[in-house]
């Protein structure tokens, strides 16, 4: 595999590692450690200058005004993007767009107009409803939520875990079981407006990412039309598979570009910290756990990079993108842990981003399908196809 | 479970109420004389003591009763604060009315009153 960047990747790699130095970092100064948003002016502010260098909505596909980069890019990016202190979870502070969710790809041209359209445009939200109180790890089989035809209509029951989002979206995307198939066969994803009678936002999940919260929603009798349904009845998790699996790659990226950070402060406070009559960089112990650190990183960038030329190429990329999202994951909360420990007292502050990086990326390790499942993902392929 | 409402006795507040306790993150609502909530805050990591400072300032902008509750995830729970004074008002305390961030619609016992989701949607610490 070559690992080398082409001029037009190493420029964009440049352009993008400015302007988290120049623009982002210097701004994080003054905000709270925890901040999850910039102040409104400087928001529109960035987002003009990345409109300006024509890297605005990253992940929108071309066809619809999204700046058509590769997967290979697009991870290189992500790697940049998310060297500062809230880069983990919001990389630019979200100054580069979003692309809303995949699945309003697949939709039809009357939900694009209400839905998607709205969304890239910077006019609508959405909300991705599929966790349930009963699991989330294998949520074709945990799904309870139940959707009862009645006329044209389907009555959906039920309630939804861990979602982000709910209580600010326009809309969401609902996984509800509408046949008696007990597994992805009887699921459906219907496009629900959150104003809709039925649909409650019931309370706010505090979690250790303590910048953002989850919500616990509930559907009472909500009444949903038959052409809110998001692709084929009792398909629901057929759609956007592909997407879903691109997405985890610069997934992977943002964790690495931490664990990059962190391990850039590990080095320098390693070098002028004294102690014992020598620099920290002089002690074994310090230096093994710069180099598992390095070993670390160029583990998780081999593996994102190859499942991002493996997409570019047309291959098949799944196992290579669970295998990039359970290795930088891990990885980089290995690195920022150990860059914490040679840091000693000062790591455990919020002077620094470490310990907010540390708290994220534990839950990177379950967010986007925990270690475990990316590992079954691997296994169905690496075993073949007879286990399910 | 946390509970969702701050429901702990009022305290006046007055320098040695403040400097009584401890140096840590967290939120805290400042009432009225009639213990209406006027303004929901948080003190977070840049407050030099943390909890303390934040209230020595309430303290000289004339506010008279106060609680807290500790905890480092100050800026979830001050939005969550935040939206349940909105679900059970309508509106959020005069102190917090240029809100500029937009909050979420929560409705915690399947029917509380309607929001002004307009004014609502605007916010400050």
Redesign the interface.
């Known amino acids: 595999m070559d690992l080398s960047l082409s001029d037009e990747q190493q420029m964009i790699v440049e352009t993008v590692r400015r302007f988290v130095a120049e623009e982002i970092v210097p701004l994080e100064a003054s905000l709270?450690?925890?901040?999850?948003?910039l102040a409104?002016d400087d928001f529109e502010r960035l987002v003009k200058m990345t409109k300006e260098m024509g890297f605005y909505g990253l992940d929108i596909p071309e066809e619809f005004g999204g700046p058509g980069l590769d997967t290979t890019t697009r991870a290189l990016m992500a790697i940049e993007m998310s060297q500062h202190r809230a880069g983990l979870y919001n990389p630019c502070y979200g100054t580069f767009g979003g692309a809303g969710l995949a699945q309003l790809y697949e939709a039809t041209e009357e939900q694009k107009e209400k839905y998607l359209y709205p969304t890239l445009r910077g006019e609508k939200k959405g909300c991705f409803a599929l966790t349930e109180p009963s699991g989330g790890s294998d949520p074709a089989r945990a799904i309870q939520t139940r959707g009862h035809e009645d006329g044209d209509q389907w009555i959906l029951n039920g309630s939804k875990l861990y979602i982000s989002g709910?209580?600010?979206a326009d809309f969401a995307l609902v996984f509800a079981r509408t046949s008696d198939d007990p597994g992805r066969n009887g699921v459906t994803a219907f496009l629900v407006d959150?104003d809709t009678p039925g649909f409650?936002?019931?309370?706010?999940v505090?979690?250790l990412r303590?910048?953002?919260?989850a919500?616990e929603i509930s559907f009472?009798e909500m009444r949903v039309s038959k052409d809110q349904i998001l692709g084929e009845l009792n398909r629901g998790f057929a759609i956007a598979n592909d997407r879903l699996s691109r997405q985890r790659i610069p997934y992977a990226a943002g964790c690495l570009g931490a664990a990059i950070k962190a391990q850039e402060m590990a080095i320098e406070w390693a070098k002028s910290r004294e102690t014992f009559g020598g620099a920290l960089a002089e002690k074994q112990a310090v230096q093994w756990m710069i180099v598992d650190n390095e070993i670390d990183i160029r583990h998780a960038r081999y593996c994102i990079l190859e499942a991002a030329q493996r997409a570019d190429k047309g291959e098949r990329f799944r196992t290579e993108a669970a295998m990039a999202k359970l290795v930088a994951s891990e990885a980089s909360g290995r690195v920022v842990d150990r860059a914490m420990q040679i840091h000693g007292g000062l790591g455990m502050t919020?002077d620094l981003p470490l310990e907010r990086w540390y708290r994220e990326l534990r839950i990177r390790r379950v967010g986007e399908g925990p270690s475990e499942v990316q590992r079954l993902i691997m296994a169905r392929e690496i075993l073949g196809g007879s286990f399910k | 479970m946390?509970g969702?409402r701050m429901e702990k006795p009022w305290l006046d507040l007055s320098a040695e109420a403040i400097d009584a306790l401890p140096a840590q993150l967290g939120v805290y609502q400042i009432a009225d004389g009639q213990d209406e909530v006027v303004k929901i805050g948080y003190a977070?990591?840049?407050e030099q003591f943390g909890i303390r400072t934040a209230l020595h300032r309430e303290l000289e902008a004339g506010g008279t009763r106060f609680r807290t509750e500790l905890t480092?995830?100050?800026?979830?729970?001050w939005?969550?604060l935040l939206?349940v004074h909105l679900h059970d008002h309508g509106e959020l305390p005069a102190g917090n009315s240029t809100h500029?961030?937009?909050?979420?619609?929560?409705?915690?016992d399947?029917a509380g009153p309607e929001q002004k989701n307009e004014a609502s949607t605007k916010g400050a610490n």
Request: charged fraction near 30%; glycine fraction near 12%; charge should be positive.
């Open positions: 709270d450690p925890d901040a999850g948003a409104p709910a209580d600010k959150t409650n936002v019931r309370r706010v505090h979690t303590s910048t953002h919260y919500t009472d919020k | 946390v969702i977070g990591g840049l480092h995830g100050y800026l979830t729970r939005e969550e939206m500029n961030q937009k909050l979420g619609r929560l409705r915690i399947g």
